[in-house]
């Protein structure tokens, strides 16, 4: 994906970005201060807002091919498990159970399987964010601080799955990340945001 003279004018931000390549089938890392504009950028990849001018090749990527791992997860007034399912059920696409199974028990989430998503903790609504959006194999994962939240275990457990996913199907992740220590070993490439600019 080729994001080419973006702009965007948040409120005393003025995102620009004058070329920034994200190659695919890596794990890119984005990194930079609180208010640069990192959530910003992700949000125009995704098409959640609109940019004032620039263009972005998504090279072939389809809106159903992304998705974007928010930093306050949003998750639907149902139970876990249709949360977990929701992807697949709107791609039309087969549930395999024991598969559902296992990604549940492995995040500590299978007691909870039936329970409303809404009352889950924090950090469990953040594993369940996270399982949903790599549920369903998508080409690209946009995942804004998803890690912050959570208990060092978890974390790990978040980077080795992050790692199996991307060696098994080849995606591309970008990351937002201010774990830099933990985070850094996952990344293929690192881009550094400072005041709305890509600066390396
Ligand atoms: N709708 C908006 N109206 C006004 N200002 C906005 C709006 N959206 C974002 N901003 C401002 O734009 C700047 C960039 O915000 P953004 O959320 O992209 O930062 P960030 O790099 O993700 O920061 P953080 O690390 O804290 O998550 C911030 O100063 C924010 O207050
Ligand atoms: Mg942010």
Redesign the pocket.
């Known amino acids: 994906m080729r994001i080419t003279e973006l702009r965007k004018r948040?409120?005393?931000?003025d995102?620009y970005v004058k070329d920034l390549y994200i190659e695919s089938g890596k794990v890119h890392g984005l990194v930079?201060?609180?208010?640069?504009?990192?959530?910003?950028?992700?949000?125009v990849i995704m098409g959640l807002?609109e940019p004032d001018a620039g263009t972005i090749d998504y090279e072939g990527l389809k809106p159903t091919d992304i998705t974007m791992m928010s930093?306050r997860p949003y998750l639907m007034h149902t139970s876990v498990y249709d949360n977990l399912v929701y992807p697949l059920r709107i791609r039309g696409a087969a549930i395999d159970e024991k598969k559902m199974d296992e990604l549940l028990e492995r995040t500590g989430l299978l007691p909870q399987k039936q329970q409303y998503a809404g009352s889950l903790s924090s950090g469990e609504r953040q594993k369940l964010s996270f399982l949903r959006a790599i549920v369903f194999h998508p080409k690209m994962i946009l995942m804004?601080?998803t890690l912050s939240n959570l208990d060092t275990e978890s974390e790990k457990l978040f980077r080795e799955m992050i790692q199996e996913q991307h060696r098994a199907d080849g995606s591309t992740w970008l990351i937002?990340s201010?774990q830099w220590d933990e985070m850094n070993a996952l990344f293929d490439e690192v881009h550094h945001?400072e005041k709305?600019r890509i600066v390396k």
């Open positions: 948040v409120g005393r931000t995102l930079g201060p609180n208010g640069c504009g990192k959530t910003t950028l992700l949000k807002i930093q804004d601080e937002v201010h945001m709305g």
